[in-house]
Nanobody, 123 residues
Framework: QVQLVESGGGSVQAGGSLRLSCAAS????????LGWFRQAPGKGREGVAA??????YYADSVKGRFTISQDNAKNTLYLQMNSLRPEDTAMYYC??????????????????WGQGTQVTVSS
């Protein structure tokens, strides 16, 4: 049973940066996609960025601004978020699931979820 614990959320002004972390226990490298998802109030959950066997995948809305990375030694997933915009405001979740690249950013294909961390970007 993979367990995921996020940290690093907070409040920032537009144009600022945040780095999210996700500690993954009982996870073996390459066993699943690892990804970041977000859900804004009144909206559905969407995939933001994912990584699987070293390959990375991004939603169009965050390409060039967000970077996902993985520290295998620490079993930790990161999301570096730069040039933040008010529309990035959401609860951000770490998730694991899927074993093929084309499902890495699909929320319903994920098997394990963290509790979420709030990111608020003010204009």
């Amino acid at each position: 049973q993979v367990q995921l614990v996020e940290s690093g959320g907070g409040s920032v002004q537009a144009g600022g940066s945040l780095r999210l972390s996700c500690a993954a226990s009982e996870y073996t490298y390459g066993s699943y996609c690892l990804g970041w998802f977000r859900q804004a109030p009144g909206k559905g959950r969407e995939g933001v960025a994912a990584i699987y066997t070293g390959n990375t995948y991004y939603a169009d809305s965050v390409k060039g601004r967000f970077t996902i990375s993985q520290d295998n030694a620490k079993n930790t997933l990161y999301l570096q978020m730069n040039s933040l915009r008010p529309e990035d405001t959401a609860m951000y979740y770490c998730a694991a699931g899927g074993r093929v690249p084309w499902v890495c950013l699909i929320p319903k294909m994920q098997n394990y979820w963290g509790q979420g961390t709030q990111v608020t970007v003010s204009s």
